[in-house]
């Protein structure tokens, strides 16, 4: 996937969840409208002179395929995959939770470590989004990405909670969470 091909036709683009948070004038991400909710959900993120374009493909009712690629210039490599799994306990526990399990490159394909994951949680009771690292995915956090110390997870939840829970909303939150904060986790 080539940066060029992220705009979609006949769509725009929204600024979602953190547009509020600027790096060089920049929101911190930004990600197409779709007019099929069927269609992935896809977005783009700058970390330094680095674009990330992450997509997210419903494949079962709990589950998307995470894939992000990174572009500089005119490369574009693809540097991570793996499973995002939905956890829906609001029924039971008020807690909706979106985990990105860690995985390498194994050449051919992409092996996907259970214990180690990244848990981006909303709880009804509290209004709250909470981020936790389980696990190796705990050794990766990378916070030096051009903002301030614990800037990003305040600027999500404040934007999360103005534009009000969705399962889209949970997914491009978490998801651009992952990115701005393990990008260790791709060079492994």
């Not at 940066?3 to 979609?8: A, D, I, R, V």
């Not at 998307?64 to 995959?81: P, R």
């Not at 793996?82 to 609001?90: G, N, P």
């Not at 009804?124 to 990378?142: C, I, P, R, W, Y």
């Amino acid at each position: 996937m080539i940066f060029g091909s992220f705009t979609p036709s006949g769509n725009e683009l929204c600024n979602c969840v953190a547009d509020a948070l600027q790096q060089n004038n920049k929101p911190l991400f930004i990600c197409e409208n779709r007019s099929n909710p069927g269609q992935p959900i896809k977005c783009r993120v700058e970390r330094g002179k680095t674009t990330y374009l992450f997509t997210n493909k419903k494949t079962r009712a709990d589950r998307y395929e995470f894939e992000v690629t990174a572009t500089q210039g005119t490369n574009a490599n693809k540097v991570f995959f793996t499973d995002l799994v939905i956890k829906d306990e609001r029924s039971s526990s008020g807690v909706y939770s979106v985990l990105f399990y860690y995985a390498t490159n194994a050449g051919y394909m992409w092996k996907i470590s259970k214990p180690d994951y990244l848990r981006v949680s909303y709880d009804t009771k509290s209004n709250e989004l909470s981020f936790e690292a389980v696990g190796k995915m705990s050794s990766f956090l990378d916070t030096k990405n051009g903002y301030r110390p614990g800037e990003v997870e305040k600027t999500m939840k404040e934007r999360f909670k103005q534009k009000g829970f969705s399962e889209e909303n949970m997914i491009r939150a978490a998801s651009a969470y992952f990115i701005l904060n393990y990008t260790k986790a791709f060079q492994s």
